[in-house]
């Protein structure tokens, strides 16, 4: 039986000090003490600093990490963009928490990375604890996603799974914070080293489906896809997706984008999904950089499949029965595809949680590795029960 604490918290009070001394108070409710850790998920609607002091008026000198969303939800009930905040605090039990961070993503993203594993790692302090996972959360409009993660891999050694999400602006697309004490950091990262005495498992699935066959990258630069098979990416991908016939029906490209996306095909034969668009300049765009010479295809995805993986994360993520929390890390894009139905899918998320309680936030990218140096998504759902 896991032996650990939490509460949870939300206020959507337009007032910063109020909404996050008020997240916290019920978050902290029914714990014993200062607790191990607090996680904050936040609109960028509010001052940060005034909300981190609401918070921290409560917690005091508890471990604080976070990052702003496009969105959060607890338990089964979602908090749509733009507004309010919730507060998750947890008292340790059986694990050791420790937090560690990082400056300059834009600049050294794989020293980033590095760093705040060898920090969160030490802030564990003495134990004997065989098992790990690292909590990732990252400032999300820098680049260098992918860089931070192969330098915490690194760092962290090919056992220990990460997981977490890439900070979003309420679909603003101006300026991402993660939260550390009681600081809003940009171009940075933050690391939650999680000690455990059983294996930690990240759980990932997205409900995409390959609707093309394997295309070559012949030519790609930073978030730009210039050729697929030799050919202009942005044409071979809107014949792929029939996306000329839909505007000459007055349909609007960005609709039927949002159904469609690049997969990179994997040693294993999934795929990672890269979100697309095409830019005004007409070319192919990603969120995500696509490498020259990956192997790649058009994915799609539909509504009923999108809520069906639901239940392939409460599968991976609760084996056990005892779990009390389910961190989770939904990208926006699902958010937009789903539109009203995304209720829906947290309710039957925290349905199949039991009495886990269900704690997250929607992203602009998302981190799941198990194995291999990869792990950044887009458009999936990723999980850690604790």
């Not at 779990?323 to 039957?348: M, P």
């Amino acid at each position: 039986m896991s032996t650990l604490l939490h509460g949870t918290g939300a206020s959507e009070d337009p007032s910063a000090l109020a909404a996050g001394r008020a997240a916290a108070t019920a978050a902290v409710a029914g714990l014993p003490g200062t607790p191990d850790l607090v996680l904050v998920f936040t609109s960028v609607r509010y001052d940060l600093p005034e909300l981190l002091a609401g918070i921290r008026s409560v917690t005091g000198d508890a471990p604080l990490v976070g990052s702003t969303s496009v969105g959060h939800f607890v338990g089964s009930t979602v908090t749509g963009p733009g507004r309010g905040v919730a507060v998750l605090a947890l008292s340790g039990g059986e694990y050791r928490f420790g937090v560690g961070s990082a400056r300059g993503m834009s600049s050294r993203p794989t020293e980033v990375g590095a760093e705040l594993v060898r920090q969160a790692r030490a802030a564990t302090g003495e134990h004997d604890l065989p098992h790990a996972a690292l909590l990732l959360l990252t400032d999300g409009l820098v680049g260098g996603q992918q860089a931070v993660v192969a330098g915490a891999h690194r760092a962290a050694g090919a056992g220990v799974p990460i997981v977490g999400g890439v900070a979003a602006d309420d679909w603003q697309l101006s300026s991402t914070s993660v939260l550390l004490g009681d600081t809003a950091l940009t171009d940075a990262a933050i690391g939650v080293w999680i000690a455990s005495p059983h294996p930690l498992r990240v759980a990932t699935a997205h409900g995409w489906t390959a609707v093309g066959p394997p295309l070559l990258v012949t030519r790609a630069e930073d978030l730009v896809v210039h050729e697929l098979g030799g050919h202009p990416a942005a044409e071979v991908f809107a014949a792929a997706t029939g996306l000329d016939d839909a505007r000459q029906q007055g349909v609007a490209g960005s609709v039927v984008e949002s159904s469609y996306a690049l997969g990179l095909i994997q040693p294993d034969g999934s795929h990672l999904v890269r979100a697309v668009y095409t830019a005004p300049s007409g070319e192919l765009n990603t969120f995500e950089p696509v490498p020259t010479f990956a192997a790649v295809q058009v994915m799609s995805a539909d509504r009923p499949t999108l809520l069906a993986v639901v239940d392939d994360i409460a599968a991976q993520s609760l084996v056990t029965g005892n779990e009390r929390v389910l961190l989770t890390f939904d990208c926006a894009a699902r958010q937009t595809l789903l539109a009203e139905q995304v209720g829906a899918e947290i309710e039957r998320l925290q349905q199949q949680a039991g009495q886990a309680t269900v704690f997250g936030l929607y992203t602009y990218g998302e981190f799941s590795r198990s194995r291999g140096a990869g792990g950044v998504h887009n458009a999936t759902l990723t999980a850690l029960a604790l």
